[in-house]
Nanobody, 115 residues
Framework: QVQLVESGGGLVQPGGSLSLSCTAS????????MAWYRQAPGKQRELVAS???????NYADSVKGRFTISRDNAEKMLYLQMNNLKPEDTAVYYC?????????WGQGTQVTVSS
């Protein structure tokens, strides 16, 4: 059973930065395209950014130019660097494969952007 553990969230002022990390164990991490998702209160979970096995990245329009997804296959780690954060980025952030098919989902990490 896959284990996904997200970390790095917190409270930050608008315009600030945070760096999220995800450890993925019990899977052949390098075989998967991976992604970050987020879910804000009262909203559906949405795809934020994805990265292919080879490192090709895609971003939601709302975060393009502000967020950077990266991966370390050797360490089975997924990262999300978030800059110029906005209040609308407030959500619980999760990692999963690019199709969102891994179960169970991790507990997520809370990101709150507020002054």
């Amino acid at each position: 059973q896959v284990q996904l553990v997200e970390s790095g969230g917190g409270l930050v002022q608008p315009g600030g930065s945070l760096s999220l990390s995800c450890t993925a164990s019990k899977i052949m991490f390098s075989f998967y395209a991976m992604a970050w998702y987020r879910q804000a209160p009262g909203k559906q979970r949405e795809l934020v950014a994805s990265i292919s096995r080879g490192g090709h990245t895609n971003y939601a329009d709302s975060v393009k130019g502000r967020f950077t997804i990266s991966r370390d296959n050797a360490e089975k780690m997924l990262y999300l660097q978030m800059n110029n954060l906005k209040p609308e980025d407030t959500a619980v952030y999760y990692c999963n494969d690019a199709g969102g098919t891994m179960t169970p989902w991790g507990q997520g990490t809370q990101v709150t952007v507020s002054s």
